[in-house]
Structure formats: C-alpha cells, structure tokens
C-alpha cells in the first residue's frame, strides 16, 4: 500500500524589520506557485512566517509588540495567501503570531486545507528566552515576554488522508512532543522554526553545533516515533541576526531524505508515503506492546530535576 502527499517544505529568507506583510505574503504566495508547478500538494512554512523574527526585539510597551501580531486569520493582509492557495487547490500550514479578541498572545500555526478552510490551530507550548531585556546576553529572545504558553495540548488531527500534527520551534528539542503526538499515532508532525546562529549565553557554541542540534532532535523525533517531520526554517541574516537554515524533511526511520542548501526564499518538495510510517510503529515502536508506563510516573508528576530515587541496594 502506499498513501502518498507531495510536500513542499517552504523555507524563508530573511525578513527584515522594515518589510511589510504584503512584501512577505507576494514571497509565500511565490513559493505556492513554485510548489505547485513542482508537484506538491501540501506546503509547509516556517514559524512566524508572516515578519522578522521579533522577539529579539525589546519593547519596553508591551503592547507596542502588538503590531507584530495578526488579530484575525485570514486577516486583511493574509487573504490573499489564502484565496492563492485555494485556488491553486494547494493544503498548508503557517506560523504566525496570534492575537486574541480576549487580548491574548500566542506564537500558532495552522492546517488549512485545499478548500481554504482553517482545519487545525496549534498554540507553541515550549517557549524558549526571558522576560525582561538581560544585558548579558549578546542578542534578546523575548519569546517569553510576548507568547503565553499555548493551551491546546498537542492534538493529532485527521487531514489529507493521513494523522498530522504540529510543533512549533524549540518543541523539536523535547521528546515529550513527539511522543503525546505518537501515542495519537502521528503519521506526520510539521514544524516551523527561527533559530540564531549563535547562542546568546555561550560564545564557543559554532552554527554548525546548532544545526547538529537542530538535526539530532528531528531525526530521533522522527525515528523514536516512527512519523515524518518535516521541519522548516527562516534563514539568514535579519538585520545582523542570523538564522541558520537547515529545513528538512526526515522519514520515518529517521533518515533525512532533503535538505535546502541556501539561505533564501525555496522549496523542498519530497513524495512522503504515509504507510511508511507503519513498519516503525508495529516493530520496535509498537508502543502496546513495548512502552512500560509504570516507570515513567516522573515524566508527568515531576517539572525540573529533584532528588535521585536510587537507593544504596540492601538498605
Ligand atoms: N524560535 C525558537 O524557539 N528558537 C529557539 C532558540 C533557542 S535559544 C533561546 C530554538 O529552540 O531553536
């Protein structure tokens, strides 16, 4: 059997401060069109893929970050993507940063399908950085002054014929994202990201240790869990920022089948056969017969390291 999507990892250049929606969405709705021209019918992009990556901006108004965020989805300015889509008959996911009627603040992406109907929303749960500017560090990543944590869990969704969730950004560096979604047996997790070339607190950290870290943690998402992921990045240099690129598709036996190269606006267009994720998911990973819950008890009850529960034998 084989249940095959075509699908278009999406990367993103830079986006600079100055640059406005529209320029942004005239790129995306390029890359529909290159996608589609190339075959796919699914396309993935990045995180906050609407502007720059803001949170290395400090303002000390909180609400002054406000323009960064989108109040309605699709909004004035993202209508257009949307009618594109649609019209080229194009499935996708996007990042962009939420803002609520209540008044709250979430970094989200979305499944939207061919029709042009937003199927699925996903809140980013694991935020990474500080709440107040921190003078120590050689860039901010305020993601945690901007973003409340998201309130939807990590739901699996029923979509192009196949099991499909999503992730936003530093959740690729926790098992726990993959597995809630294994444990719904995800087929396919699409994930977005913005991640720096260098790390603000530690100077001996290269781009290339980033990019092994970037790989390693959606490589063993994939295999641990036996799902594709497909993992799409901005890249490049955003106002003397820099992104490091690396977007990727991995299957499900952890190999990465496609990787961009460059740092500008592509896609990455990949055959993903959904039945590839079977032999994983009934074998090594057959989580019913294999998993030992009984011991797991500290994933959930515990939040930060505490004591060691070793204790010295005979005693
Ligand atoms: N966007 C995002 O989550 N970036 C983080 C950077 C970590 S450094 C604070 C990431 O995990 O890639």
Redesign the pocket.
């Known amino acids: 059997m084989s249940r095959l999507i075509t699908v278009a990892a999406a990367q993103l250049g830079p986006i600079q401060r100055a640059d406005s929606r529209k320029q942004v969405i005239d790129r995306m709705i390029a890359l529909l069109e290159k996608a589609k021209a190339q075959g796919a019918t699914f396309v993935v992009f990045p ?1 906050l893929a609407l502007t720059t ?1 803001f ?1 290395r901006w400090y303002h000390e108004d909180r609400a002054e970050a406000d323009q960064w965020f989108e109040r309605s989805m699709p909004g004035p300015d993202t209508q257009a993507l949307f009618d594109k889509a649609k019209e080229l008959g194009l499935a996708m996911s996007f990042g962009y940063a939420e803002l609520t009627p209540e008044g709250r603040h979430f970094n989200s992406s979305i499944l939207v399908d061919r029709g042009g109907r937003i199927v699925a929303k996903y809140r980013k749960i694991h ?3 500080h709440v107040e500017f921190d003078a120590e560090r050689t860039h901010q ?1 305020l ?1 945690k002054r901007y973003f409340e944590p998201g309130d939807l869990g990590f739901p699996v969704w029923e979509f192009e014929g196949g099991l499909f969730g999503m992730a ?3 959740d ?2 926790w098992p726990e994202t993959y597995r809630v979604m294994g444990l719904q047996g995800v087929e396919m997790v699409v994930l977005g ?4 070339s260098a ?2 607190q530690s100077p001996n950290e290269t781009a290339a240790d980033r990019l092994f870290h ?1 790989r390693l943690s959606v490589q063993a998402g994939a295999y641990q869990n036996s799902t594709w992921v497909v993992a799409v990045g901005k890249a490049g240099t955003e106002d003397g920022h820099h992104l490091f690129g690396g977007t990727l598709i991995a299957a499900p036996d952890g190999k990465i089948v496609g990787e961009i190269d460059h740092e500008e606006d592509g896609v990455l267009v990949h055959p993903c056969d959904l039945d590839d994720t079977r032999f994983g998911k009934a074998t090594i990973f057959d989580f019913i017969r294999h998993r030992r819950v009984e011991h797991y008890g500290l994933i959930t009850e515990r939040t930060g390291v505490g004591a060691p529960l070793g204790k010295p034998e005979g005693a």
């Open positions: 995180e990556f949170p935020l990474p950085g990543h993601e936003i950004c530093n690729r560096r990201y913005n991640t720096p790390n603000s970037h």
